[in-house]
């Protein structure tokens, strides 16, 4: 730099993250994992400060590619929760191999974040609106509300009951829940 040159600009201090809504942070969580790097810092709000349970989803194009969650909160605050799902939605679902940096450009991501369970009868439950868990004997199944192609009580069921292991004519136990369903993109409820 010759004498009278104006000096560079100062990088700008780092400040807060922006605020991005939890599906974002879920993918911000799952691209840094995959690069070796820990969870990037929790978005200001007060979402994120709430303790609560969450499920995290992934999808690569459309179809399922992890999903792990917890019915009772885990972790301290809501960004902890997201960060630890994401974590495990995308490297210990046993259904599906751990992503793949080759991966990341394709997936889509979305957060349910669970209100407290209630005990329910089948009369209780709607797909659309309700998730359910169902319980026997030390087995446990979980289905989330609003799912494609689960439009009926006794398939919300009979897929809960299949994922635990139930056998559909055992004596078990129906709970109901309901989600705030976080898109990409959405920093408050998508629909």
């Known amino acids: ?20 809504g939890p599906a974002d942070y879920a993918r911000s969580c799952v691209e840094a994992f995959v690069d070796g790097r820990p969870a990037p810092p929790a978005p200001d709000g007060a979402l994120y400060d709430d303790v609560a349970a969450c499920f995290c989803s992934i ?10 969650g917890t019915l009772t909160p885990a972790s301290p605050c809501l960004a902890d929760e997201i960060a630890r799902n994401a974590h495990a939605a995308a490297f210990r679902d046993p259904r599906f191999p751990p992503i793949g940096a080759h991966e990341v450009a394709a997936l889509s991501y979305s957060v349910d974040v669970l209100s407290a369970c209630e005990p329910c009868g089948r009369d209780g439950l709607d ?65």
């Open 1 to 20: 730099m010759s004498a009278g040159s104006p000096a560079p600009p100062a990088a700008p201090a780092p400040g807060p993250p922006a605020q991005i």
């Open 59 to 68: 999808k690569k194009h459309g179809e399922l590619r992890g999903c792990i």
């Open 127 to 191: 797909p659309g609106r309700y998730g359910v868990i169902v319980s026997a004997g030390g087995r446990r199944g979980v289905l989330l509300p609003d799912l494609a192609g689960v439009e009926t009580v006794e398939r919300q069921l009979a897929i809960a009951l299949q994922k635990a292991g139930i056998p559909a004519d055992a004596d078990y136990a129906i709970e109901r829940f309901t989600v705030t369903r976080f898109g990409e993109g959405c920093d408050v409820a998508c629909g």
